[in-house]
């Protein structure tokens, strides 16, 4: 159990472009999901935590209007890289948690986003 | 001061060795811990988890908690070269968020 799926996994395109990111628990429902990048050699940054039929909290530095998340049910988030520009070039990730298995966070397996 | 930090690293053993991580936290307030296997290329994976202290064993992994020093480590015992990856270490406040660590590379050489 507890398996997460990203699509796509790996995206190419051009600067000034949106691209939308999905990610689903397949088989829990996800009260919360999270979004973090990952830059070579580096650890995960939380980007952005989401509940299903609320907005999503930023962390601090991450532009809400560059980077959309909707959560629009329990086993569905979505991330948009608006306008992308070759720096947001960067391994992307979500991660679903169950509250009944405490903050367990299940990874899916991320998406690799090239802005050329 | 990082919430999580972890011993640098690299840590390289012979196969069949006991891999040891080390993970310190600086918010008493934390409850659960994590370890989580990454391998290059791929996201984390979930391998052990910790809520109370003392030691909680999974196959070849043991996880140790102590809350009083603040303190987390996992070994791998008969280390294996698949075990090779970087093991980030994680736990979290009191807001559900998890804090990572910068992670340890761990190479296993056969």
């Known amino acids: 159990g507890a398996v997460v799926s990203q699509h796509p996994s790996r995206v190419i395109c051009k600067s000034g472009t949106s691209v939308k990111i999905e990610c689903r628990s397949l088989d829990f429902q996800a009260t919360t999901m999270f979004w973090y990048r990952q830059f070579p050699k580096k650890s995960l940054m939380l980007m952005a935590t989401?509940?299903?039929?609320?907005?999503?909290?930023?962390e601090q530095g991450v532009e809400k209007d560059k980077f959309l998340i909707n959560h629009a049910s329990l086993t569905l988030s979505t991330l948009t890289v608006t306008s992308a520009h070759p720096e947001d070039s960067s391994f992307y990730i979500c991660?679903?948690?169950?509250?009944?298995?405490?903050?367990?966070?299940?990874f899916g397996p991320g998406t690799r986003l090239t802005v050329t | 001061q990082k919430e999580v930090e972890q011993n640098s690293g690299p840590l390289s053993v012979p196969e069949g060795a006991i891999a040891s991580l080390n993970c310190t936290y600086s918010d008493r307030g934390s409850q659960s811990f994590f370890w989580y296997r990454q391998y290059s290329g791929k996201s984390p994976e979930l391998i052990m988890s910790?809520?109370?202290?003392g030691d909680k064993e999974d196959g070849r992994f043991t996880a140790q908690l102590n809350k009083a020093s603040q303190y987390v480590s996992l070994l791998i015992r008969d280390s294996q070269p698949s075990d090779s990856a970087t093991y980030l270490c994680?736990?979290?406040?009191?807001?559900?968020?998890?804090?990572f660590g910068a992670g340890t590379t761990v190479t296993v050489r056969a």
């Open positions: 989401s509940n299903e039929g609320s907005k999503a909290t930023y």
């Open positions: 994680a736990g979290s406040l009191n807001d559900y968020k998890l804090s």
């Open positions: 910790i809520y109370s202290n």
């Open positions: 991660s679903a948690s169950r509250a009944l298995r405490g903050y367990e966070q299940y």
